[in-house]
């Protein structure tokens, strides 16, 4: 686990490649912190999921519309002062820089971890629109937030309350 991060993030988003356990991890962080989970999945536009669905790959101008509703959305969720937790693969720096327009707390929580535990986990899905065929792509586009100091790294080969555990540990110490 790494972390920089020096104060708590109001926004929290939960990101890396499909299949790494985003929703899982984001709705028990969310009640943990008693906060409103945005699953950014269900964000998409029609356009997206159904290419997605057919195993192509989306592109910047794909995603860009899609992370900005994400931060509209998150905004409205945030006004309140209350805690957001966001489902978001964030996979490109750019991406993140994008979502950080959200707020001025935003931090980010990065499931990390080898492409074959995420090929099985995707594999054995049979309630997604994401295909086992787009995990490579996710990987080829992943820019890790390595240096980035407001990324976590969690290993998501552990178990969403190991990892939950080792987040809420971390959050303490900022």
């Known amino acids: 686990m790494t972390c920089k991060q020096t104060t708590p993030a109001k926004i929290i988003i939960v990101?890396?490649?499909?299949g790494c356990g985003k929703t899982s991890f984001g709705?028990?962080?969310?009640?943990?912190?008693?906060a409103?989970?945005?699953?950014?999945d269900q964000l998409h536009p029609a356009?997206?999921?159904?290419?997605?669905?057919?195993?192509?790959?989306?592109?910047?101008?794909d995603r860009?519309?899609?992370?900005?509703?994400?931060?509209?959305?998150a905004r409205e969720l945030s006004a309140d002062n209350k805690t957001v937790v966001i489902a978001c693969s964030?996979?490109?720096?750019?991406?993140?820089?994008?979502?950080?327009s959200a707020g001025s707390a935003v931090g980010?929580?990065?499931?990390?971890?080898?492409?074959?535990?995420?090929?099985?986990r995707v594999g054995s899905r049979s309630d997604h629109f994401m295909p086992a065929s787009l995990v490579e792509?996710?990987?080829?586009?992943?820019?890790?937030?390595t240096g980035e100091s407001d990324v976590i790294e969690l290993d998501l080969g552990l178990d969403v309350q190991q990892n939950l555990s080792r987040y809420m540990e971390n959050r303490r110490k900022t």
């Open 90 to 100: 964030a996979l490109k720096k750019s991406y993140r820089d994008l979502l950080r």
């Open 64 to 73: 860009i519309p899609w992370l900005k509703s994400i931060v509209e959305r």
């Open 108 to 120: 980010f929580v990065h499931l990390a971890g080898p492409i074959h535990t995420v090929l099985g």
């Open 15 to 18: 990101m890396g490649v499909c």
């Open 137 to 145: 792509s996710q990987y080829a586009t992943l820019e890790p937030g």
């Open 36 to 40: 409103d989970f945005i699953e950014g």
């Open 47 to 61: 356009s997206n999921i159904d290419k997605m669905s057919r195993g192509e790959a989306l592109q910047d101008e």
């Open 27 to 34: 709705v028990a962080l969310a009640e943990r912190l008693d």
